[in-house]
Nanobody
Framework: VQLQASGGGLVQAGGSLRLSCAASGRTRYTMGWFRQAPGKEREFVAAISWTGTSLYYADSVKGRFTISRDNAKNTVYLQMNTLKPEDTAVYYC?????????????????WGQGTLVTVSS
């Protein structure tokens, strides 16, 4: 499986961005988004089951971010609204075989290259 993340950029606080993650190869995976800010460890953001019926969010983004997927296009999205400066990070998409969405980084076998999101105050 190859993952290609895109959609990052510079946005003012309060603004919105939509990240995309295009997958090739076998795609029946649970998909997740993680992020890593400078000097910090990678942290979980959101995850979605293969069917799209089960979602899981980090508390820090709940109510502001929405994860979704279009299996016909082999693409997962992360809609990010009401962005804050603390959301600034490189965002990574990942694919795993866990049956349910999970925040455990060890459950993800494939990772994209990351896309930078910068939120200015």
């Amino acid at each position: 499986v190859q993952l290609q993340a895109s959609g990052g950029g510079l946005v003012q606080a309060g603004g919105s961005l939509r990240l995309s993650c295009a997958a090739s190869g076998r795609t029946r995976y649970t998909m997740g988004w993680f992020r890593q800010a400078p000097g910090k460890e990678r942290e979980f953001v959101a995850a979605i089951s293969w069917t799209g019926t089960s979602l899981y969010y980090a508390d820090s983004v709940k109510g502001r971010f929405t994860i979704s997927r279009d299996n016909a296009k082999n693409t997962v999205y992360l809609q990010m609204n009401t962005l804050k400066p603390e959301d600034t990070a490189v965002y990574y998409c990942a694919a795993g075989t866990s049956g349910s969405p999970t925040s455990d980084v060890r459950s993800y076998d494939y990772w994209g290259q990351g896309t930078l999101v910068t939120v200015s105050s």
